[in-house]
Every structure is written in C-alpha cells, then in structure tokens.
C-alpha cells in the first residue's frame, strides 16, 4: 500500500452547508458562538456563509453581520460563498478574505441550483475568480455532482476534469470535488483520480464527501491512498442530504476525524473540543436530522 499523507486539513463546512439545510434558522449570535468554537477547537478553514440572495436563502442572509463579529484569528480562514460578482462586492465590503464559487458537472444540476449552464457560470468566474485574486483574496472552486448527478445519473471523469481544469486556470487555489448525493464507491474515487490527479496539483485538491450511502469513510481512505490530504466535512454531520430527505449528507466531521486518529493522520483538531461546538449547536437548534457524534 502507497503511504498515507501525515496531515490533512479538514475544511469545515458546518456552518453553512450544515445551517443551510437543516430546518431551522440560527441567530446570528449564536451562528458567531458556534464558528468561534470550531476555530477554536483547531480547525482553519470554515465556510462561515454564502452572499447569495437572501431572498432564495433567507438562512445566510446575515453573512455580512457574521463576518463581522467573527474575531480575527491569525491561521483561520473564514470562507464565503460567491455566486456571481455583485456577491464579490457584498463579500468585499464585508471583509471577507476567502471565498468559494460553485459550479457542477452536471449541467441539468447547474441549471437546477444556480439557473445556469456550466459554461454560464465559467464565464461569470472569468470575470469573478481575476478580480477575487486581483483583492488579495483566497478562492475555492466547487465543482458539483463529480460522480452522480440526481438528473442526468452518472458522470463520467471526462465531465469533470474540464470544469477544475478551467477553475484552476482563472486562477483558483483549491477545487473541492462534490459526491453531492453521496452515491460514489471507492472505485469511483480512484477512477476520477487517475483522470484528475494529472490535471489539479494535490496540494490544490479537496474532496467534498457525502455519507448518504454510508460510503463517506470509504471513499475518504480511498482518497487518502491517492494522496488527497484536504476534506471538507460538517460538525455533528448538520445538513443532511438535499436529495433524500431524512438521509445523512454532509459527512460528519467526527468520524472524519475518528477515521484520521486511527491511522494515525495529524489534524490538528481537538476532538473534545469539536463535540463541545456540536454540543453548543445542538442545545440551539436541537439534534441534526441525521445523527452523528
Ligand atoms: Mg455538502
């Protein structure tokens, strides 16, 4: 067996792709409280919110009031979501110094999500990922359905590289892969490797993994073989699955973390601490639809 990376860095997205889908609205306070405890408990890269419409996502809407009181901590990353450059502006005017913009590989998907054909959106990032990088910014690329898309069904390697291909040559510094409806194997993970690993550095490569089959973990240690050293994962696994209501999504940031402790992978994440932030969030919102722990 290939030797494992000795650190990976967990990309916490709890506090937007969890809040986000779960069924309740946090306060803008207690939303602080809960980020603050997630840095705090060692983690340096957490998606805080999205600048998107707070019309179409009423839950994100207070992004900018969140940046804000966030305290400013010197190896934590707050990421935001941007989906088009009027959101660059609010996420600028706010602060932010990260942010993310998704697309997909599935264009069924694109159009159903952002109302846009994958070329639509590449050519809104065109503009978008220059000028984030122009600011000083760190940009994150999504990319979306990478191995099954709820519409169109299975997507091959060849439909994904092109898209990470095309959001690392605006500029962008990582590409997260979505299994978005957590439908990928293994076998999958180690099939779009060998297509994507020539094309995006590994130091730029994250995977953004769902548990909805119970596959997560699997596909983690597959991953890890490969070389892939940054995952993105929720706290208390909040968010679920968009796509089967009532099925766990977002894998869980503990047993990613579980999984890393037993081989030995540092993290630099304190366990307690983490389940001290879920506790937190749990005592607000009530348990996740999905239990983890
Ligand atoms: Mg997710």
Redesign the pocket.
């Known amino acids: 067996m290939s030797s494992l990376p000795q650190r990976v860095r967990i990309v916490e997205?709890g506090p937007r792709?969890g809040l986000q889908n779960e069924p309740i609205t946090v306060p803008t306070a207690d939303k602080v409280r809960f980020i603050t405890m997630l840095a705090e408990a060692g983690l340096t890269d957490i998606e805080v919110g999205a600048f998107v419409s707070p019309q179409r996502v009423p839950r994100m809407a207070d992004t900018a009031e969140v940046l804000a009181q966030l305290p400013s901590l010197p190896f934590v990353r707050y990421i935001t979501l941007v989906p088009n450059l009027r959101g660059l502006e609010r996420a600028m005017a706010a602060g932010a110094r990260a942010i993310a913009v998704f697309t997909a590989a599935s264009d069924t998907f694109n159009q159903r999500n952002v109302g846009m054909r994958i070329a639509d959106s590449l050519r809104e990032f065109r503009t978008l990922i220059p000028a984030a990088k122009d600011a000083g910014l760190w940009v994150r690329g999504y990319v979306s359905t990478a191995f099954v898309c709820p519409y169109e069904g299975p997507i091959a390697p060849e439909q994904v590289v092109p898209v990470a291909q095309a959001l690392l040559d605006m500029g962008a510094d990582e590409i997260s892969i979505?299994d978005t409806i957590g439908h990928a194997t293994p076998e999958d993970v180690a099939r779009l490797n060998r297509t994507l690993l020539p094309v995006v550095p590994l130091s730029r490569l994250a995977y953004?993994l769902?548990d909805t089959r119970g596959n997560a973990l699997s596909n983690v240690q597959q991953a890890l073989r490969d070389g892939i050293a940054i995952f993105d994962a929720s706290a208390g696994g909040l968010?679920g699955c968009p796509f089967a209501p009532g099925a766990p999504?977002?894998l869980a940031t503990e047993s990613l973390l579980d999984l890393l402790h037993d081989l030995e992978i540092e993290t630099g994440v304190d366990r307690a601490r983490l389940a001290e932030a879920t506790r937190f969030l749990t005592s607000r919102i009530g348990r996740p639809q999905h239990e983890h722990s």
């Open positions: 997205v792709d979505g953004h769902h968010g999504g977002n």
